[in-house]
């Protein structure tokens, strides 16, 4: 069975990088034709779609984070990480990573239990 | 951008009751609409995909409909567990929008 675990700092300071990481087991990161999703929900509020990479690098960002956003894999771990760089106090949300469920159907179907990230100093 | 409006915000229902969630999205979507399940605390779940398809193991008192930029989720009679918020989602042009969620309450 998949599975999807994230880790990183709980806490960031305004202006900082933050930076989580998503370790995958149950499977390669490198098979198939999956996307690999980052997606984020502040306390309270809806989810939103951060951006998305494929094994081999390719990726693909919500426009209103592009500049901000660095998505990368790491094959040999079986780990794909984000950055968001000049984080403010609305960066602060439950950050989820998730994965299509198939090659051929964009939904996210497995979903790690996400990670709290406060932005604060 | 393609934004998506779900309505109501908030919807008050009893056990038993067949209950409709709306997405309304502000230009053509393509088929790929799906609906998640979240519960607090919890990651959320997908239901349907590709507007109507649902997804193993979800029971089928939920279906989903729709096309264009009007899709909808409905719960035939609603359950205990059924009790949580609901998100629509869009794919297009690799990019995804979820809506802004329907929390469904007991009356």
């Known amino acids: 069975q998949l599975q999807l675990q994230e880790s990183g700092p709980g806490l960031v300071q305004p202006s900082e990088t933050l930076s989580l990481t998503c370790t995958v087991s149950g499977g390669s990161i490198s098979r198939n034709n999956y996307y690999w999703g980052w997606i984020r929900q502040p306390p309270g509020k809806g989810l939103e779609w951060i951006g998305s990479?494929?094994?081999?690098?390719?990726?693909y960002s919500n426009p209103s984070l592009k500049s901000r956003v660095t998505i990368s894999v790491d094959t040999s771990k079986n780990q794909f990480s984000l950055r968001l760089n000049s984080v403010t106090a609305a960066d602060t949300a439950v950050y989820y990573c998730?994965?299509?469920?198939?090659?051929?159907?964009?939904?996210?179907?497995?979903w790690g239990q996400g990670t709290l990230v406060t932005v604060s100093s | 951008d393609i934004q998506m409006t779900q309505s109501p915000s908030t919807l008050s229902a009893s056990v038993g009751d067949r209950v409709t969630i709306t997405c309304r999205a502000s230009?053509?979507?393509?088929?790929?609409l799906a609906w998640y399940q979240q519960k607090p605390g919890k990651a959320p779940k997908l239901l349907i995909y590709k507007t109507s398809t649902l997804e193993s193991g979800v029971p089928s008192r939920f279906s989903g409909s729709g096309s264009g930029t009007e899709f909808t989720l409905t719960i035939s009679s609603l359950q205990p567990d059924d009790f949580a918020t609901y998100y629509c989602?869009?794919?297009?042009?690799?990019?995804?929008?979820f809506g802004q969620g329907t929390k469904l309450e007991i009356k």
């Open positions: 990479i494929y094994y081999s690098g390719i990726t």
């Open positions: 230009q053509t979507v393509s088929k790929w």
């Open positions: 998730a994965r299509q469920g198939s090659a051929t159907t964009p939904e996210f179907v497995y």
């Open positions: 989602q869009q794919f297009d042009n690799y990019l995804y929008t």
